[in-house]
Nanobody, 124 residues
Framework: QVQLVESGGGLVQAGGSLRLSCTAS????????MGWFRQAPGKEWDFVAH????????NYADSVKGRFTISRDNAKNTVYLQMNSLKPEDTAVYYC?????????????????WGQGTQVTVSS
């Protein structure tokens, strides 16, 4: 069993930055791929980014590429999402997830464990 707790969400003006954190507990974190997804009210789930077990491989949605950076610190059992140049369309609840394998994937079905989510609101 893996427990994931996100933090770092909040209200920010367009063009601003936030850093989300997701801390894992309950089992080995370092060998697992991690991902971030988001869901805005009334909309479909969106893939945001994922990162491999070592941090050596990352993948981003086109909508966030160049603005968001995913990283991890295995010593702290934590994965981060640095979000810069935020836009109102980035407003959503952001969720981190632990993958079934060491790499992560762009699809939600590839993840076994999910956090409760953290709200990000970007005002125009």
């Amino acid at each position: 069993q893996v427990q994931l707790v996100e933090s770092g969400g909040g209200l920010v003006q367009a063009g601003g930055s936030l850093r989300l954190s997701c801390t894992a507990s309950g089992r080995t974190f370092s060998g697992v791929g991690m991902g971030w997804f988001r869901q805005a009210p009334g909309k479909e789930w969106d893939f945001v980014a994922h990162i491999s077990w070592s941090g050596g491989r990352t993948n981003y949605a086109d909508s966030v590429k160049g603005r968001f950076t995913i990283s991890r610190d295995n010593a702290k059992n934590t994965v981060y999402l640095q979000m810069n140049s935020l836009k109102p369309e980035d407003t959503a609840v952001y969720y981190c997830a632990a993958s079934r394998d060491s790499w992560g994937t762009r699809t939600r079905t590839g993840y076994d464990y999910w956090g409760q989510g953290t709200q990000v609101t970007v005002s125009s």
